[in-house]
């Protein structure tokens, strides 16, 4: 018989940077979940992708016990990387503050397969290019 699931928690949290500090002690701290067991699985499994921003989907049961799945990085942080930037323009569409090649974004777009949704490849690189677009990033050939 199944475990009977408790709750469902969402995080984004740094590679291999997991710690019981806000916002991942209170988070999990309010469902009962041993958060020094979570760091260390979190660490051991991300210790190989250091300061990446790796969404986290943590599935509380009844007993208190949890099992978590990783997602790829946002697309937003892949686009960052890529076009050398700190952070995102302030005023999209007004101030283009990067560029991004249409191979770049294919290439971001072919990692997020997985996590998208949708089966077109076509569809996916339209949905980097969206987020490249108010992000301030300019598309180029």
């Known amino acids: 018989m199944a475990k009977e699931i408790s709750a469902k928690i969402k995080l984004q949290i740094s590679?291999?940077?997991?710690?019981?500090?806000?916002?991942?002690?209170?988070?999990l701290g309010q469902h009962g979940v041993n958060i020094?067991?979570?760091?260390?699985?979190?660490?051991?499994?991300?210790?190989?992708?250091?300061?990446e921003v790796l969404p986290v989907v943590?599935?509380?049961?009844?007993?208190?016990?949890?099992?978590?799945?990783l997602k790829t990085p946002p697309v937003a942080s892949a686009l960052k990387k890529a076009a050398g930037l700190a952070k995102a323009s302030g005023e999209a569409g007004r101030h283009v503050i990067g560029k991004v090649t249409r191979q770049q974004v294919l290439e971001i777009a072919r990692g997020k397969m997985e996590d998208l949704n949708t089966l077109k490849i076509e569809s996916a690189v339209r949905m980097v290019e969206g987020s490249a677009r108010s992000m301030g990033l300019e598309i180029v050939a």
Do not use: H, W
Not at 15 to 27: D, E, K, L, S
Not at 36 to 43: A, D, L, S
Not at 58 to 69: C, E, M, N, Q
């Open 15 to 27: 590679g291999g940077q997991a710690n019981p500090a806000p916002p991942i002690g209170p988070a």
């Open 36 to 51: 020094m067991e979570f760091c260390k699985q979190f660490n051991e499994k991300t210790k190989a992708r250091p300061g």
């Open 58 to 69: 943590l599935t509380v049961y009844k007993d208190k016990s949890f099992t978590f799945i």
